[in-house]
């Protein structure tokens, strides 16, 4: 089955004075753009608290959806972020796209003293978590007695507004993650693997290792995938007319050092470059051909990009929208 292109904006650009502001009115030209949601980070240092954030952007927009990009399980117990969610699906009336993950930057664990468990324990709490987060937003009584979480006869309030509850989003890169994804998500945001320091690493930012990774979702969701939207963001967008140039300008950049955000850990080629899901390089209709190339190899529909690219990208949604 394909699906028809969603376009989400969000993940960075709260950290200047006076963040929380200009965070509405990031959301508010999301809108205008016509990107379809805006996700709120989750981090302990200088940006926006998520879910206040959503309140805030609940009454300050009126048709983009809102999300989070994603939650850190370990931040908040499931049975408290179940009420903060249906609250927040309610004041939106029915936008909400809640993201969650295990958690993974352990400096913000350790400076809040947050014991900072290992991979495994992480996944399995968020599988404990996300067991009671689908009972409670769908405003059942759960009960449940498991190894982080113990539930007893607690109903889920208020009832949200979309049913029967508001989508899950679970990203993942590793086969852990995707798995635990393929079980309980709604959306799956497939990204690369990333460093101890959370660099996505070059090596899994190619197409051919991305379909591996959609392919990994497949085998374990079964049935249900035709019912999962992928999701993928696009880490760096560059508009131009020498699509090759500039893709060899990129691997000199990489060498350098930029972005920060991408270790290269792997020899990458042009046109590893140029078909990459996660690099967006050319004109405009050069960028919505690529898309379209990513979403025909790997089922992708649902593209994400950072707030700090949305003025790049906007120009690429009236092409692809609809389709």
């Excluded at 994804?181 to 690369?192: C, F, L, Q, T």
């Excluded at 070059?202 to 051919?208: C, G, K, N, P, Y």
């Amino acid at each position: 089955m394909t699906r028809k292109f969603r376009f989400g904006a969000g993940g960075e650009g709260n950290k200047e004075e006076g963040g929380a502001r200009k965070f509405v009115q990031l959301a508010q030209t999301a809108e205008e753009y016509g990107f379809d949601t805006f996700a709120v980070p989750d981090h302990l240092g200088n940006q926006v608290g998520p879910l206040a954030a959503l309140g805030a952007l609940s009454q300050a927009t009126s048709t983009i959806r809102l999300g989070t990009s994603v939650l850190a399980n370990g931040f908040r117990h499931p049975a408290i972020l179940a009420k903060e969610a249906t609250t927040i699906d309610v004041l939106s009336k029915g936008r909400l796209e809640l993201g969650i993950g295990a958690g993974w930057m352990k400096d913000e664990f350790d400076k809040a003293g947050i014991p900072f468990e290992t991979p495994g324990v992480r996944i399995r709490r968020l599988d404990e978590a996300l067991t009671i987060l689908d009972g409670l937003m769908r405003g059942e009584t759960v009960d449940f007695d498991g190894e982080f979480y113990q539930i007893k006869g607690l109903e889920g309030s208020p009832r949200p507004r979309q049913g029967p509850r508001p989508p899950i989003a679970v990203g993942g890169g590793g086969p852990k993650m995707l798995a635990l994804a393929a079980k309980h998500a709604d959306i799956i945001s497939v990204a690369p693997s990333t460093t101890a320091d959370g660099k996505m690493k070059l090596s899994d930012m190619t197409i051919e290792k991305t379909a591996q990774r959609v392919d990994r979702i497949r085998e374990v969701a079964g049935d249900r995938f035709d019912d999962i939207e992928l999701n993928w963001t696009i880490a760096v967008i560059v508009i131009t007319d020498d699509r090759v140039a500039t893709a060899e300008m990129a691997l000199k950049a990489l060498d350098q050092g930029y972005p920060p955000n991408i270790e290269r850990d792997t020899e990458f080629s042009v046109d590893d470059v140029l078909n990459s899901p996660y690099i967006a390089i050319g004109s405009f209709e050069q960028i919505a051909d690529q898309i379209r190339n990513v979403r025909e190899r790997t089922d992708m529909s649902y593209v994400g990009v950072f707030p700090t690219q949305m003025d790049a990208f906007a120009p690429i949604i009236p092409i692809l929208k609809g389709e």
